[in-house]
């Protein structure tokens, strides 16, 4: 390919709201331009490294026998009424009516089409299991689209649906896609981690999440350093190390604590330490219940644990006035201890082995102290329910826990029945009974992926591309274009390594200054430039990696260009 | 490609409001499935032949050196409001608000955005010619969804958009797209015409179309037998064979026509034919402007002609009720002398010639007989507004014009400054003079393609896919999926021709019924099947066009899959 034919305008400085470094990598290579906010376009150079993305997929998906097809953008919001998701997506669905008055969205997801088209149209268990995935644009209307392909309102994704007669059959589909994920991810040059999720507005309750590593990431992921552990931190489990005090179980004291309102001012207060504190917070559930968790001192309540605990779609800590209305208290003297306007009172694990702790009494500038667990409390659930902290063991090997910030590139679901059931997606078993499809999901942010490869590929003036999703394996760049001499050379090899690799000749009249600086941008695997000693053959190669460049014959240029691209 | 891991839900009978041929078959060969009102899922056998096409493009695309790039589909309104579409495209776009309240819209076709991202960023002659394309979503609010893939609200188009410094630059961008486009037809087997098109609200002045002739088609095209003219009836020129009268011109008078509104009226009460007769018809052009509009009384107004001759967004016939308040009259007494409301008078050609002819009076109930065009009218502007006629020679070699119904799959433009100019987008010229850049516009309906491919390709028993776009090369269709030899051969030659074609393998516990009726929907180019002679290395060949199969060895087999295939 000709540069003077490719549309890439490069630009000497990223805009100034560009803040990650891949985000000013891809403005300032010419890979993408935003056309409103949080929506690009791919130009050129970003689109065929996205094109490079999309064919390891669709070999990847090939190999595990998942056929590829295509389902529209524009939805029906009947179809999300039925799952149940036109209520509860929120903001974040871009919603129209067309112009017979019929409300429609924009696909942010599938599970809904999926079910309708293929889930219903499945009679028999014999016609599974099945898979399919598609490879399309997706929108979400973001509240602050940031970091380039991060966080976007248009993007494109793989997504894949599976569906199954039994749980191993799913069990079997959910594994080929994680392998598949796996060398995806590694034939595209990501690092990644596949962690412990969150299946969130999903649906479903076994979820493992693509985690790359990566400076702008949004996430924190937990992991242990042999990696037989990690976890996102919403789901992360730890050990607690804290060893209770072998004290005597002592009365119940009641003692005031006027104006003392937080843990820090209790310790200070009272002289004693946060992990003899606990806190008692209330909850809003669902917009309706009243629920009280409690936890040690020095622990923070996990509120993903919460929700999934109690099975909710919103939990939310009272305001100070929900929490007057109720209980007449304010925040500081809270506690479990005849909490009747509680709906629940439920509590992390933390608090089972305390001995003689202080909680709030229920009546303001008060807290009891010597309070016991089994003596004293009555609770409806106890669980895990608090934020793993960095350095705390984890709970296989007990080894610490490491966080890292990560871009969160896949995701996979057993979604097992949840639409199938609200949807009404049955097929009749092998004893004739009818029975819900079960269905796994699995998704991959395909533009996300850009933003995490760049960020993990960055170099000193530009990027290294990985060379299976690199836009172009081989960059020839010739230093005159009048000289004829390195005209002929630089059309020689282009011709010649054309035949097995993506060439790009830089043919433009342009000076060595203006096409080195591009040539970084662009991070070709290997770049070949072409200079003073053309007419004996001679070319320099450099790498993205290599600090100076190699002069070579082009009889060395060739064993060079298939040992590093072959 | 096994079978079995494939979603093929095939129909015994296409859902009764199936109309179109090509919609029928796709519905029951499993190829699409409708989501909502003209929105489609595309199943893996449709996508296989998209992608194909799509493959097609692709490779017509860079033997012209255009490179693919991808715009996004959401839209600001901004960017339309700059060129003035946001306002004139209407109903057919869809329009939504982002959780900010920002209006926003769905691409119809991608003309500002390519001007915003790509022309806006040229600044110098020296970049230019350029071209991109794009295969996407698109999106237009059609009004009645129809025929299936022929008029969807969601569909996939190329556009390719070219960017000249000259008019010369243009010329050549717009033959290589023409060339392109019609190696991308030929290779999908769509037997198309080339033909003068409107622009439309597409603006600029000069297009092409590309017409597949069907019986489902809503365009009508017109040719003459040695295809050396060809338009679409809207632009379509034809001679008029009519002979005027040598008789003297006589005094003008006036008649009573008491009750006579139409030419069929006229001519009877009269005792005059059609052809001495001029309609006066009174047009309001943009909501505001009246103009009354000659045409002698056997003819009919072309609409889209008279667009082009005002330049106007609008023309429409002025109601009964507009035109009595303009003018006091009823409809058969208008006429073009003294018409003093009108802004404008213009006449067709046809009514230059006419000797002693019938006009309206501008008096209720009369008309003024024996008026002649030189002597008696004042006329603003004449030119050819009329419909042409199959049957009346066309305007190049003067053959009679054959009429066909057909289905528009491409269109190219030469769009001139029209975006450019409104949107600021200029660059130096070699005189370091700022012009405006100079595009190109193109467009495949890609999804409409396979429609009119269908169309033209029924079988009596399903479809012969042409074999480049085929979803598979060679269907081997097992009889009896327990007999052991079958297998063999069966996994043998699925092996052996997998190497080079794409092979379905119908590995279905089916009736041998089931599995041909599903082939004859699949068509593929060629047919193997293995039955009772598979011990001896015998099977069945049928192409979808031969009435029965042919018995081979597998040695013979090869032989014919490479002829046909190869």
Known sequence: MRQSKLFIPTLKEAPADAVAASHKLMLRGGYVRQVTAGVYAYLPLGYRVLTKVEQIIKEEMAKINVPEMAMPELLPASLWEESGRWQKYGLEMFRLNDRHGRQSLLGPTHEETFTQIVAKSIKSYKQMPIALYQIQNKFRDENRPRFGLLRTREFIMLDAYSFAATREQLDEQFNDEKKAFEAIFKRCGVNVT?????????????????????????????????????????????????????????????????????????????????????????????????????????????????????????????SDDELYQLTGLKKGSVGPINATWADQIIADETIKNLVNTVVGANENGYQLKNVNFDRDLKIDQVSDLRVANEGEPDPIDHLPLKFTTSIEVGHIFKLGTYYTEKMGADFLDQNGKSQPVIMGSYGIGVTRVLSAVIEQH??????????????????????????EAQTRLAEQLEAEFSKNYDVLYDDRNERPGVKFADADLIGAPVRITIGKKASEGIIEVKRPSDEVATEMTTTELADFVNKELG
């Not at 009641?254 to 209330?282: C, M, R």
């Not at 003036?461 to 999703?469: D, L, Y």
């Open 458 to 483: 960055l170099t000193k003036f530009g990027i290294a591309w990985p060379k299976e999703i690199a836009p172009f394996n081989l960059h020839i760049v010739q230093m005159k274009m009048k000289d």
């Open 194 to 318: 596949a962690v412990i999720a969150d299946s969130g507005t999903m649906g479903g309750k076994n979820s493992t999440e693509f985690q790359a590593p990566a400076a702008i990431g949004e996430d924190t992921i937990a992991t242990n350093e042999t990696n037989t552990y990690s976890a996102n931190l919403e789901m992360a489990v730890s050990v607690d190390t804290f060893k209770p005090s072998q004290e005597k179980e002592e009365a119940i004291v009641k003692v005031a604590t006027p104006g003392q309102e937080t843990i820090a001012d209790l310790t200070k207060f009272l002289n004693v330490p946060a992990t003899k504190i606990v806190k008692s917070i209330l909850y809003i559930v669902n917009e309706k219940d009243h629920v009280l968790v409690l936890i040690r001192g020095d622990k923070q309540v996990n509120e993903v644990k919460l929700t999934h605990l109690l099975d909710a779609d919103s939990v939310r800590v009272a």
